[in-house]
């Protein structure tokens, strides 16, 4: 059972990990900065069809600097700061989903989050983690947290990744945990 908390916000700002000579997680020809700019777009279709105003940190391939990332989360209140990404590991046996947060005021956030996306997708669930990651550390305004969609390292994963109706799954799972985190009471 998810922690009940209703949140008043009407503002989701996305942050598409990554971005220009900055590709995140790569193998080959399959870019993190890539999959993260899908992922947030679909994302933010879905949320504006919620009726939700959304602000993202890039829609196109650009660098944007961890600190203008934190202060774009930071530029106005009520609303709550999403990071989306794909993590990767040099094994390649990673698998799954996890979301992170910073202040406990971000915890109710990652659960919802999570717990939507791994309904969603089916994928292994790798928790709701505590972490120090600068976007969502710096994010002080507002609640923050850190997606991790997958592992592009796992060949199984980046097979379903690579797919936009795959993409659309997680959209829908992240975007359905922001609105239920919404509606919480």
Do not use: W
Not at 73 to 85: D, E, K, Q, T
């Amino acid at each position: 059972m998810l922690p009940a908390f209703a949140t008043a916000f009407d503002t989701v700002i996305l942050d598409a990990g990554h971005g220009a000579h900055d590709r995140g997680a790569a193998i080959g020809y399959v870019y993190e900065k890539h999959l993260a700019l899908d992922t947030a777009r679909r994302v933010e279709q879905l949320l504006k069809k919620a009726g939700l105003k959304v602000i993202m940190s890039r829609s196109r391939d650009v660098f944007i600097p961890l600190q203008d990332r934190s202060r774009l989360g930071n530029s106005r209140g009520n609303a709550i700061f999403v990071s989306i990404h794909y993590n990767y590991n040099r094994g390649g046996s990673g698998a799954g989903v996890e979301t992170y947060y910073h202040r406990s005021s971000s915890y109710t956030l990652a659960a919802y989050i999570q717990a939507y996306l791994v309904q969603r997708t089916k994928m292994t669930h790798r928790g709701v983690k505590s972490a120090s990651f600068h976007v969502i550390r710096e994010t002080t305004r507002n609640p923050a947290v850190l997606v991790e969609c997958g592992f592009v390292s796992n060949p199984s994963e980046r097979a379903r990744m690579m797919t936009g109706e795959f993409r659309s799954r997680i959209a829908e799972g992240i975007a359905q945990g922001i609105v239920a985190y919404r509606k919480a009471d």
